[in-house]
């Protein structure tokens, strides 16, 4: 007992002297106080607004609960983008938590409208994909805030939508003109399924697929409406990035890459590749083909040129060297006399199976010697397209168009002093068409010529790359921004 009091004295003693040292530098706080238990219950309908408390966004959204604020009156802001707000003053608690719960789907004044015109007017409405039983000019009410699509339909007319917001106690306006598909067709990244604005080029199978290929999206199937991709992804394409496409007389589709090499598709689900490694293909960057009167299939690469019979590629090097046919082939085009005209980088000839002879512009009519599209009547008169000739020491060679009859050579000069021509297609009526980045040129002869342009016709690009021909005698058109049709019978 006595050592029990002895040791509560020295723990006094031993305390003492340090509170009371400390006495004149220490403050004291007052403890901590408990933290508010008020909370108060946050619904709504629909959900996902923001909720404020007392001007302050909480992080929270409907529905949550506020928990660990004063027992006061608090003011509670519901927000939401497009929505009227809504304000309450609602005491917190602890014992029995207020319940806020809003309903805004009963409130008329929440609802929107959309006021809906179309030039020309009583175009079917589609609402989020749905049909509606109005037709333009109408006004959609009672439509909650949100952003809604919005699609017209009209026969004759393409299908145009966009997408419109609807505010609270607001009428958004939407109002679009529809484009005239009586004649013209446009196909782009925004309206339909094409993976890409620039197109190369195209051609139209036996059964009217349109074929399309892309600067790197590799190859597209069109019909009816109907989209089918063709990709290094999806199939055995060598390259993605497409130059050419051909369909022989069997309607096999030929498909020359820039650096593949050649695809065969004899279906989508048999594809042969011909490229260096596997046959004597010149170069893997093939720029054109055409198949003679005996089914030979001859190649343009930028290595020269080469002639596929069966399975053996033979390559045509002539020993004249100033031919320079290991250079880039643009185009190359057989007539029925088993002739092949073949337009070199700098050079245009015709090679009737054993040599090669030049037409030079020095002493043909030609406008230079950059022929890049090659083609013929049904008479056989052979047309070419020449674009610009860059010089760079001296001044640029206008490009332009001709013909060869079989003895002499016409031409003329075409656009400006440095346009760029793509191709040269001859449709079933003997029409010519001048694939340029200045428009398409419609020429029957050299003395007259329709130009069309986005200024002057619907045709979405002024930049073209090809033109090819269905059996109906309708234009598919390949433009650096999509696809055109072109109804020409109806184009009078």
Not at 76 to 102: C, G, H, N, Q, Y
Not at 421 to 434: A, G, K, M, S, T
Request: contains cysteine; negative net charge; charged residues 20%.
């Amino acid at each position: 007992m006595q050592l029990k009091r002895y040791l509560k004295i020295i723990s006094v003693l031993l305390l003492s002297p340090f509170l009371f040292s400390c006495e004149s530098e220490v403050s004291s706080s007052p403890p901590d106080s408990e933290p508010s238990q008020g909370s108060i219950i946050v619904k709504s309908i629909p959900e996902n607004f923001k909720i404020y408390l007392n001007d302050r966004f909480t992080g929270s959204y409907t529905p949550d609960t506020l928990v660990f604020i004063e027992e006061v009156v608090h003011k509670i802001v519901l927000k939401k983008d497009l929505w009227f707000d809504t304000s309450l003053s609602v005491l917190a608690s602890a014992s029995e938590p207020p319940i806020l719960d809003v309903n805004y789907i009963i409130e008329p004044r929440m609802y929107g409208s959309i006021e809906l015109n179309s030039n020309p007017p009583g175009a079917s409405i589609f609402l989020n994909d749905s049909l509606l039983a109005i037709v333009t000019p109408a006004v959609v009410k009672n439509l909650l805030p949100d952003r809604y699509k919005i699609r017209y339909r009209k026969e004759r007319y393409m299908d145009d939508s966009a997408l419109v917001d609807v505010a609270s106690s607001r009428t958004s306006k939407l109002n679009m003109t529809l484009t005239d598909t009586t004649i013209w067709v446009n196909y782009n990244v925004n309206n339909s399924l094409l993976p890409q604005g620039f197109l190369t080029t195209i051609a139209v199978d036996k059964n009217d697929y349109i074929w399309i290929g892309t600067g790197d999206k590799g190859l597209v199937r069109f019909k009816n409406n109907r989209w089918e991709f063709y990709t290094t992804a999806n199939t055995n394409l060598p390259d993605d990035r497409i130059k050419t496409i051909f369909v022989d007389s069997d309607d096999n589709k030929w498909i020359g890459t820039s650096g593949g090499g050649v695809a065969k598709f004899k279906d989508p689900n048999t594809i042969e590749v011909y490229n260096k490694s596997n046959s004597n293909l010149p170069n893997n960057y093939v720029n054109a083909f055409d198949e003679d009167i005996a089914g030979n299939l001859w190649i343009g690469t930028n290595s020269g040129l080469a002639k596929l019979t069966g399975e053996e590629i033979q390559v045509f090097d002539p020993s004249d060297r100033t031919l320079r046919m290991s250079g880039w082939i643009n185009d190359v085009k057989a007539t029925s006399f088993n002739d092949v005209y073949v337009a070199i980088d700098s050079f245009l000839t015709r090679f009737d199976g054993s040599s090669f002879f030049i037409y030079d512009p020095t002493n043909y009519n030609i406008p230079n010697s950059q022929a890049v599209g090659l083609d013929l009547t049904s008479d056989g008169v052979l047309w070419a397209g020449f674009t610009t000739e860059f010089v760079i020491d001296g001044p640029d060679i206008q490009g332009g168009i001709g013909f060869f009859d079989g003895s002499a050579w016409q031409s003329i000069l075409v656009g400006s002093s440095r346009i760029i021509v793509n191709d040269l297609f001859i449709d079933r009526d003997d029409y010519i068409w001048l694939s340029t980045v200045e428009g398409l040129f419609k020429y029957r002869d050299l003395n007259s010529s329709d130009p069309f342009r986005t200024s002057n016709s619907d045709i979405q690009s002024s930049e073209i790359s090809s033109v090819a021909e269905d059996s109906q005698g309708v234009l598919w058109i390949a433009t650096y921004e999509g696809l055109t049709k072109y109804k020409k019978y109806l184009d009078n």
